[in-house]
Protein backbone atom coordinates (compact mmCIF):
# COMPACT_ATOMS: atom_id res chain seq x y z
CA UNK A 1 0.00 0.00 0.00
CA UNK A 2 1.40 3.38 -0.97
CA UNK A 3 1.75 5.84 2.05
CA UNK A 4 -0.47 9.37 1.17
CA UNK A 5 0.38 11.99 2.40
CA UNK A 6 -2.21 14.37 3.08
CA UNK A 7 -1.34 18.00 2.77
CA UNK A 8 -4.78 18.72 4.89
CA UNK A 9 -3.38 16.72 7.95
CA UNK A 10 -0.05 18.90 7.40
CA UNK A 11 -2.06 22.25 7.29
CA UNK A 12 -4.46 21.24 10.52
CA UNK A 13 -1.67 20.17 12.67
CA UNK A 14 0.42 23.69 11.47
CA UNK A 15 -2.74 25.38 12.46
CA UNK A 16 -3.26 23.75 15.84
CA UNK A 17 0.63 24.23 16.45
CA UNK A 18 0.79 27.75 15.98
CA UNK A 19 -2.57 28.39 17.93
CA UNK A 20 -0.51 26.75 20.59
CA UNK A 21 1.82 28.95 20.90
CA UNK A 22 0.08 32.08 20.46
CA UNK A 23 -1.92 31.21 23.15
CA UNK A 24 1.29 29.88 25.11
CA UNK A 25 2.88 33.61 24.25
CA UNK A 26 0.85 36.45 25.22
CA UNK A 27 3.00 39.52 25.62
CA UNK A 28 1.21 40.21 29.39
CA UNK A 29 -0.51 37.28 30.93
CA UNK A 30 -2.64 39.76 32.40
CA UNK A 31 -4.02 41.00 29.51
CA UNK A 32 -5.01 38.42 27.62
CA UNK A 33 -8.34 38.00 25.31
CA UNK A 34 -11.02 35.28 26.77
CA UNK A 35 -10.70 33.13 23.57
CA UNK A 36 -7.11 32.98 23.99
CA UNK A 37 -7.31 31.37 27.69
CA UNK A 38 -8.79 28.30 29.18
CA UNK A 39 -11.87 28.02 30.90
CA UNK A 40 -11.39 28.14 34.49
CA UNK A 41 -13.25 25.15 35.16
CA UNK A 42 -16.28 23.56 33.03
CA UNK A 43 -16.28 24.58 29.43
CA UNK A 44 -14.19 25.61 26.18
CA UNK A 45 -12.67 27.97 24.88
CA UNK A 46 -10.80 28.09 21.29
CA UNK A 47 -7.69 27.53 23.76
CA UNK A 48 -9.24 24.25 25.15
CA UNK A 49 -9.06 22.65 21.72
CA UNK A 50 -5.51 22.79 20.97
CA UNK A 51 -4.34 19.85 22.98
CA UNK A 52 -6.76 17.56 22.12
CA UNK A 53 -6.68 18.56 18.65
CA UNK A 54 -3.20 17.62 18.30
CA UNK A 55 -3.92 14.68 19.67
CA UNK A 56 -6.31 13.31 17.48
CA UNK A 57 -3.83 14.69 14.44
CA UNK A 58 -1.29 12.17 16.03
CA UNK A 59 -4.06 9.69 16.20
CA UNK A 60 -4.88 10.42 12.41
CA UNK A 61 -1.16 9.97 11.12
CA UNK A 62 -0.73 6.71 13.10
CA UNK A 63 -2.34 4.21 10.08
CA UNK A 64 -0.85 7.15 7.39
CA UNK A 65 2.77 6.05 9.00
CA UNK A 66 1.88 2.34 9.06
CA UNK A 67 -0.75 1.51 6.47
CA UNK A 68 0.86 -1.98 6.01
CA UNK A 69 0.24 -2.69 9.61
CA UNK A 70 3.08 -5.27 10.47
CA UNK A 71 3.92 -5.70 13.74
CA UNK A 72 7.35 -6.88 14.84
CA UNK A 73 9.95 -6.40 17.49
CA UNK A 74 11.16 -3.60 15.28
CA UNK A 75 8.60 -2.05 14.80
CA UNK A 76 6.93 -2.01 18.47
CA UNK A 77 10.76 -0.67 19.46
CA UNK A 78 10.36 2.10 17.38
CA UNK A 79 7.13 2.79 19.12
CA UNK A 80 8.41 2.96 22.56
CA UNK A 81 11.66 4.67 21.52
CA UNK A 82 9.56 7.40 20.16
CA UNK A 83 7.15 7.68 23.27
CA UNK A 84 10.18 7.48 25.51
CA UNK A 85 11.53 10.68 23.72
CA UNK A 86 8.46 12.43 23.83
CA UNK A 87 8.13 11.75 27.64
CA UNK A 88 11.98 12.89 27.99
CA UNK A 89 11.28 15.99 26.14
CA UNK A 90 8.37 16.74 27.68
CA UNK A 91 9.44 16.77 31.32
CA UNK A 92 12.86 18.62 30.22
CA UNK A 93 10.60 21.69 29.79
CA UNK A 94 9.82 21.50 34.15
CA UNK A 95 13.78 21.28 34.55
CA UNK A 96 14.85 23.72 33.13
CA UNK A 97 14.34 26.51 35.19
CA UNK A 98 15.49 23.77 38.07
CA UNK A 99 18.82 23.31 36.69
CA UNK A 100 22.04 24.80 38.77
CA UNK A 101 25.41 24.70 37.73
CA UNK A 102 28.82 25.01 40.62
CA UNK A 103 27.37 27.75 42.12
CA UNK A 104 26.67 29.94 38.66
CA UNK A 105 24.19 32.32 38.47
CA UNK A 106 22.64 35.23 35.54
CA UNK A 107 24.53 34.46 31.97
CA UNK A 108 26.78 31.70 32.75
CA UNK A 109 24.02 30.01 34.61
CA UNK A 110 21.87 30.41 31.51
CA UNK A 111 24.71 29.23 29.37
CA UNK A 112 25.11 26.10 31.06
CA UNK A 113 21.35 25.28 31.03
CA UNK A 114 21.05 26.14 27.04
CA UNK A 115 24.19 23.51 26.51
CA UNK A 116 22.65 21.22 28.45
CA UNK A 117 19.51 21.90 26.76
CA UNK A 118 21.40 21.76 23.21
CA UNK A 119 22.97 18.32 24.27
CA UNK A 120 19.17 16.77 25.64
CA UNK A 121 17.73 17.51 22.62
CA UNK A 122 19.99 16.43 20.56
CA UNK A 123 19.68 13.13 22.49
CA UNK A 124 16.55 12.70 22.23
CA UNK A 125 16.18 14.22 18.44
CA UNK A 126 18.65 13.14 16.51
CA UNK A 127 19.19 10.06 14.12
CA UNK A 128 21.10 7.15 15.81
CA UNK A 129 20.82 3.73 16.03
CA UNK A 130 17.69 2.53 16.96
CA UNK A 131 19.56 0.63 20.07
CA UNK A 132 21.21 4.15 20.99
CA UNK A 133 18.07 5.84 20.81
CA UNK A 134 17.01 4.14 23.74
CA UNK A 135 19.86 3.56 25.53
CA UNK A 136 19.72 7.63 25.86
CA UNK A 137 16.05 7.70 26.27
CA UNK A 138 15.94 5.20 29.20
CA UNK A 139 19.48 6.84 30.77
CA UNK A 140 18.00 10.64 30.36
CA UNK A 141 14.27 9.39 31.82
CA UNK A 142 16.64 7.39 35.02
CA UNK A 143 18.57 10.90 35.41
CA UNK A 144 15.01 12.55 35.60
CA UNK A 145 13.97 10.36 38.27
CA UNK A 146 16.96 10.54 40.62
CA UNK A 147 16.84 14.19 40.46
CA UNK A 148 13.11 13.89 41.54
CA UNK A 149 13.18 11.62 43.68
CA UNK A 150 17.15 11.72 45.25
CA UNK A 151 16.79 14.31 47.84
CA UNK A 152 17.94 16.86 46.01
CA UNK A 153 16.56 19.90 47.16
CA UNK A 154 16.72 22.27 43.74
CA UNK A 155 14.61 19.07 42.06
CA UNK A 156 12.05 18.31 45.03
CA UNK A 157 9.03 20.34 43.58
CA UNK A 158 9.75 19.78 39.59
CA UNK A 159 6.88 18.95 37.78
CA UNK A 160 6.66 15.55 36.10
CA UNK A 161 3.52 15.64 33.66
CA UNK A 162 2.87 17.59 31.02
CA UNK A 163 1.90 17.95 27.55
CA UNK A 164 4.25 16.39 25.38
CA UNK A 165 4.51 13.56 28.46
CA UNK A 166 0.73 12.79 27.58
CA UNK A 167 0.91 12.63 24.20
CA UNK A 168 3.55 9.96 24.28
CA UNK A 169 1.42 7.96 26.21
CA UNK A 170 -1.29 8.17 24.08
CA UNK A 171 0.83 7.66 21.15
CA UNK A 172 1.99 4.35 22.78
CA UNK A 173 -1.35 3.20 23.31
CA UNK A 174 -3.05 3.86 20.39
CA UNK A 175 -0.22 2.70 18.02
CA UNK A 176 -0.27 -0.78 19.55
CA UNK A 177 -4.42 -0.60 19.55
CA UNK A 178 -3.89 -0.07 15.81
CA UNK A 179 -1.64 -2.56 15.10
CA UNK A 180 -2.52 -5.11 17.39
CA UNK A 181 -6.69 -5.11 17.22
CA UNK A 182 -9.28 -4.86 15.08
CA UNK A 183 -11.35 -1.57 14.42
CA UNK A 184 -14.41 -3.20 16.15
CA UNK A 185 -11.82 -3.60 19.44
CA UNK A 186 -10.62 -0.22 19.16
CA UNK A 187 -14.31 1.14 19.28
CA UNK A 188 -15.24 -1.41 22.31
CA UNK A 189 -11.76 -0.01 23.49
CA UNK A 190 -13.11 3.89 23.09
CA UNK A 191 -16.27 2.85 24.56
CA UNK A 192 -14.95 1.21 27.89
CA UNK A 193 -12.58 4.01 28.41
CA UNK A 194 -15.35 6.58 28.56
CA UNK A 195 -17.65 4.82 30.12
CA UNK A 196 -15.68 3.59 32.97
CA UNK A 197 -13.98 6.45 33.46
CA UNK A 198 -17.21 8.65 33.59
CA UNK A 199 -18.77 6.00 36.16
CA UNK A 200 -15.16 6.24 38.34
CA UNK A 201 -15.35 9.93 38.70
CA UNK A 202 -18.87 9.84 39.42
CA UNK A 203 -19.90 6.59 41.88
CA UNK A 204 -16.51 6.33 43.60
CA UNK A 205 -16.06 8.20 47.18
CA UNK A 206 -12.99 10.48 47.22
CA UNK A 207 -10.76 9.05 50.04
CA UNK A 208 -10.54 11.41 53.13
CA UNK A 209 -12.91 13.91 51.10
CA UNK A 210 -16.57 12.42 50.94
CA UNK A 211 -18.19 11.17 47.88
CA UNK A 212 -17.58 11.62 44.42
CA UNK A 213 -17.85 15.02 43.22
CA UNK A 214 -16.38 17.03 40.12
CA UNK A 215 -14.85 19.97 41.33
CA UNK A 216 -11.26 21.15 41.39
CA UNK A 217 -9.15 19.63 43.61
CA UNK A 218 -11.70 17.57 45.61
CA UNK A 219 -12.29 15.03 42.84
CA UNK A 220 -10.64 11.24 42.26
CA UNK A 221 -8.83 12.59 39.42
CA UNK A 222 -6.71 14.91 41.95
CA UNK A 223 -6.56 12.87 44.69
CA UNK A 224 -4.76 10.30 42.33
CA UNK A 225 -2.75 12.82 41.33
CA UNK A 226 -1.73 13.78 44.94
CA UNK A 227 -1.32 10.65 46.33
CA UNK A 228 1.08 9.61 43.54
CA UNK A 229 2.72 12.87 42.03
CA UNK A 230 3.19 14.10 45.59
CA UNK A 231 5.59 17.59 44.86
CA UNK A 232 5.71 16.67 41.60
CA UNK A 233 2.63 18.74 40.14
CA UNK A 234 1.79 21.87 37.61
CA UNK A 235 2.72 24.44 40.32
CA UNK A 236 -0.33 26.47 40.17
CA UNK A 237 -2.69 23.65 41.10
CA UNK A 238 0.02 22.20 43.78
CA UNK A 239 -2.59 19.25 44.79
CA UNK A 240 -3.49 18.13 41.52
CA UNK A 241 -2.53 18.45 37.76
CA UNK A 242 -4.18 19.31 34.44
CA UNK A 243 -2.08 16.33 32.91
CA UNK A 244 -2.61 14.23 35.54
CA UNK A 245 -2.71 10.34 36.20
CA UNK A 246 -6.81 9.05 35.53
CA UNK A 247 -7.52 12.18 33.13
CA UNK A 248 -4.77 10.71 30.58
CA UNK A 249 -6.93 7.90 30.67
CA UNK A 250 -9.93 9.32 28.50
CA UNK A 251 -7.40 11.59 26.24
CA UNK A 252 -6.93 7.95 24.99
CA UNK A 253 -10.04 8.17 23.43
CA UNK A 254 -8.56 11.18 21.55
CA UNK A 255 -6.03 9.31 19.65
CA UNK A 256 -8.53 6.57 19.09
CA UNK A 257 -11.29 8.48 17.01
CA UNK A 258 -8.11 10.16 15.40
CA UNK A 259 -7.08 5.84 14.36
CA UNK A 260 -10.76 5.30 12.85
CA UNK A 261 -10.37 8.75 10.71
CA UNK A 262 -6.76 7.62 10.08
CA UNK A 263 -8.32 4.39 8.83
CA UNK A 264 -11.39 5.91 6.83
CA UNK A 265 -8.37 7.56 4.84
CA UNK A 266 -6.96 4.51 3.76
CA UNK A 267 -10.19 2.63 2.41
CA UNK A 268 -10.39 2.29 -1.14
CA UNK A 269 -13.37 4.47 -1.97
CA UNK A 270 -13.24 7.96 -3.56
CA UNK A 271 -12.89 10.98 -1.64
CA UNK A 272 -15.96 12.09 -1.76
CA UNK A 273 -17.25 9.34 0.45
CA UNK A 274 -14.52 9.44 2.93
CA UNK A 275 -15.27 13.09 3.74
CA UNK A 276 -18.94 12.49 3.47
CA UNK A 277 -18.00 9.08 6.39
CA UNK A 278 -15.39 12.48 7.90
CA UNK A 279 -18.47 14.79 8.25
CA UNK A 280 -21.06 12.60 9.93
CA UNK A 281 -18.91 10.96 12.43
CA UNK A 282 -17.61 14.67 13.49
CA UNK A 283 -21.37 15.71 13.79
CA UNK A 284 -22.55 13.01 15.62
CA UNK A 285 -19.35 13.02 18.33
CA UNK A 286 -20.49 16.61 18.59
CA UNK A 287 -23.93 15.87 19.39
CA UNK A 288 -23.04 13.16 22.17
CA UNK A 289 -20.64 15.16 23.72
CA UNK A 290 -22.78 18.27 24.23
CA UNK A 291 -25.74 15.28 25.23
CA UNK A 292 -22.95 13.75 27.61
CA UNK A 293 -21.95 17.27 28.88
CA UNK A 294 -25.87 17.53 31.26
CA UNK A 295 -24.72 14.80 33.07
CA UNK A 296 -20.78 15.39 32.89
CA UNK A 297 -19.60 18.17 31.90
CA UNK A 298 -17.24 19.38 29.17
CA UNK A 299 -14.14 19.96 31.24
CA UNK A 300 -10.30 19.96 30.04
CA UNK A 301 -8.81 19.96 33.40
CA UNK A 302 -10.37 16.34 33.84
CA UNK A 303 -10.39 15.47 30.56
CA UNK A 304 -14.07 14.48 30.92
CA UNK A 305 -16.13 11.92 28.64
CA UNK A 306 -18.07 14.48 26.78
CA UNK A 307 -14.79 16.49 26.36
CA UNK A 308 -13.45 13.81 24.61
CA UNK A 309 -15.97 13.61 22.24
CA UNK A 310 -16.93 17.29 22.08
CA UNK A 311 -13.31 18.09 20.94
CA UNK A 312 -12.51 15.25 18.70
CA UNK A 313 -16.01 15.90 16.42
CA UNK A 314 -14.92 19.42 16.25
CA UNK A 315 -11.43 18.10 15.09
CA UNK A 316 -12.93 15.61 12.82
CA UNK A 317 -15.31 18.55 11.10
CA UNK A 318 -12.23 20.83 11.02
CA UNK A 319 -10.13 17.81 9.27
CA UNK A 320 -13.20 17.33 6.86
CA UNK A 321 -13.34 21.20 5.60
CA UNK A 322 -9.67 20.74 5.13
CA UNK A 323 -9.78 17.55 3.19
CA UNK A 324 -12.22 18.72 0.86
CA UNK A 325 -10.91 22.35 0.38
CA UNK A 326 -7.34 20.83 -0.08
CA UNK A 327 -7.10 17.28 -0.82
CA UNK A 328 -10.43 16.92 -2.67
CA UNK A 329 -11.02 20.32 -4.61
CA UNK A 330 -6.89 20.95 -4.59
CA UNK A 331 -7.35 24.58 -3.61
CA UNK A 332 -3.71 24.94 -2.06
CA UNK A 333 -3.24 28.50 -2.10
CA UNK A 334 -2.90 30.21 0.89
CA UNK A 335 -1.94 27.28 3.31
CA UNK A 336 1.92 27.22 2.69
CA UNK A 337 2.28 28.83 5.64
CA UNK A 338 0.77 26.20 7.75
CA UNK A 339 2.27 23.58 5.61
CA UNK A 340 5.11 24.86 7.33
CA UNK A 341 4.59 24.66 10.38
CA UNK A 342 2.94 22.10 10.01
CA UNK A 343 5.72 19.65 9.17
CA UNK A 344 7.78 20.40 12.00
CA UNK A 345 6.03 20.67 15.35
CA UNK A 346 8.28 18.93 17.43
CA UNK A 347 11.05 21.67 17.66
CA UNK A 348 8.26 24.17 18.25
CA UNK A 349 6.84 22.24 21.19
CA UNK A 350 10.65 21.93 22.13
CA UNK A 351 12.64 25.03 21.85
CA UNK A 352 9.06 27.58 21.57
CA UNK A 353 9.18 27.11 25.41
CA UNK A 354 12.54 26.99 26.08
CA UNK A 355 13.67 30.40 24.42
CA UNK A 356 10.91 32.44 26.93
CA UNK A 357 12.72 30.88 29.94
CA UNK A 358 15.84 31.79 28.77
CA UNK A 359 15.27 35.18 28.17
CA UNK A 360 13.88 35.72 31.56
CA UNK A 361 17.19 35.15 33.13
CA UNK A 362 18.25 37.85 31.12
CA UNK A 363 18.58 41.15 33.75
CA UNK A 364 19.44 44.26 33.83
CA UNK A 365 18.75 47.82 34.22
CA UNK A 366 15.54 49.01 34.09
CA UNK A 367 15.60 52.18 31.89
CA UNK A 368 13.24 53.91 34.18
CA UNK A 369 12.90 52.97 37.08
CA UNK A 370 16.47 53.49 38.76
CA UNK A 371 17.43 50.42 41.53
CA UNK A 372 15.13 48.31 39.66
CA UNK A 373 16.00 45.65 37.42
CA UNK A 374 14.06 44.29 34.23
CA UNK A 375 13.83 40.72 32.23
CA UNK A 376 15.00 40.69 28.03
CA UNK A 377 11.93 39.26 27.21
CA UNK A 378 9.72 41.66 29.20
CA UNK A 379 11.88 44.54 27.90
CA UNK A 380 11.07 43.43 24.70
CA UNK A 381 7.44 43.66 24.91
CA UNK A 382 7.35 46.53 27.06
CA UNK A 383 9.49 49.16 25.49
CA UNK A 384 8.93 47.40 21.85
CA UNK A 385 5.66 46.13 21.56
CA UNK A 386 3.00 47.83 24.00
CA UNK A 387 3.69 51.12 23.54
CA UNK A 388 2.25 51.14 20.24
CA UNK A 389 -1.41 49.60 21.00
CA UNK A 390 -3.59 51.42 23.60
CA UNK A 391 -5.50 48.26 23.98
CA UNK A 392 -3.07 45.98 26.43
CA UNK A 393 -5.16 43.24 25.55
CA UNK A 394 -4.58 43.93 21.55
CA UNK A 395 -0.67 44.62 22.63
CA UNK A 396 -0.29 41.36 24.66
CA UNK A 397 -1.92 39.34 21.01
CA UNK A 398 0.75 41.86 19.16
CA UNK A 399 3.55 40.29 21.48
CA UNK A 400 2.32 36.64 20.75
CA UNK A 401 1.70 37.46 17.02
CA UNK A 402 5.52 38.87 16.73
CA UNK A 403 6.72 35.71 18.44
CA UNK A 404 5.19 33.58 16.07
CA UNK A 405 6.25 35.58 13.19
CA UNK A 406 10.09 34.83 14.77
CA UNK A 407 9.15 31.14 14.39
CA UNK A 408 7.67 31.45 10.70
CA UNK A 409 10.90 32.60 9.91
CA UNK A 410 12.87 30.19 11.42
CA UNK A 411 10.31 26.84 10.49
CA UNK A 412 10.46 28.70 6.38
CA UNK A 413 14.31 28.09 6.72
CA UNK A 414 13.24 24.61 7.92
CA UNK A 415 11.50 23.68 5.42
CA UNK A 416 13.18 25.75 2.43
CA UNK A 417 16.38 23.14 3.86
CA UNK A 418 14.59 20.46 4.14
CA UNK A 419 14.99 19.93 7.69
CA UNK A 420 12.46 17.96 9.77
CA UNK A 421 13.03 17.57 13.10
CA UNK A 422 11.69 14.37 14.63
CA UNK A 423 12.08 11.67 17.75
Known amino acids: MVRERLISLDVFRGLTILLMT ?12 PPLLHAQWNGCTPTDLVFPFFIFIMGVAVPLAMPEKTYDET ?46 GYALMGNFSNR ?4 LAFSILAIYLILAYGGFENYADVRLPGVLQRIAVVYFVVSLLYLKTSRKTQLITGIVLLLGYWAVMTLIPVPGLGEANLEKGTNLAAWVDSAFLKGHMYHETKTWDPEGILSTIPSIVNGIIGLFIGQILLLSVTKIQKAQRMGMIGTALIFFGLIWDLVFPINK ?19 TALYYIIDIKEFKKGFKLFVIWGVNPMIVFFA ?28 LYRFGIAPFFSNPMTASLAGALTYVAIWTFILWIFYRNKLIFKV
Not at 24 to 33: A, E, F, S, T
Not at 132 to 135: A, E, G, Q
Not at 305 to 312: D, F, G, K, N, P
Open 75 to 120: TFNKILIRSLRMFCLGIFFNFFAKIQLFGLDGIPLLIGRLVITFAV
Open 301 to 319: SIWTSSYALYTTGLATICL
Open 22 to 33: IVNNPGDWGHVY
Open 352 to 379: SQIIPQALVMIRFQHPSLPGEQINLLNY
Open 132 to 135: LKNI
